[in-house]
């Protein structure tokens, strides 16, 4: 089992900027994916940023704007937001692809709300 706890969402003005934390544990020696994913009212869970391996990419809406990272020591998946707008608002989720059953695994998922 992988247990994933975000953390790090606020309330931020448009063009701020938050870092997101996601804290993995158990069982981690299989996992080969990283992900972060939002989802907003009326809106489709959408897949933000991903690590495989060594390559990262990013949903071309926070191409430019957002750094996903990770500390393979502490196992903490980070993503930097900067230059925020109103559209990305949303909670936040960490996942993480594995090869194990079942193979996903999800946080609880954090709120970043952008707004004056």
């Known amino acids: 089992q992988v247990q994933l706890v975000e953390s790090g969402g606020a309330l931020v003005q448009p063009g701020g900027s938050l870092r997101l934390s996601c804290a993995a544990s158990?069982?981690?020696?299989?996992?080969?994916?990283w992900n972060w994913y939002r989802q907003s009212p009326g809106r489709q869970r959408e897949l933000v940023a991903y690590i495989v391996g060594s390559t990262t990419d990013y949903a071309d809406s926070v191409k430019g704007r957002f750094t996903i990272s990770r500390d393979s020591a502490k196992n903490i998946l980070y993503l930097q937001m900067v230059s925020l707008k109103d559209e990305d608002t949303a909670v936040y989720y960490c996942n993480v692809n594995a090869h194990t059953n079942p193979p996903r695994f999800w946080g609880q998922g954090t709120q970043v709300t952008v707004s004056t």
């Open positions: 158990g069982d981690l020696s299989r996992v080969y994916a």
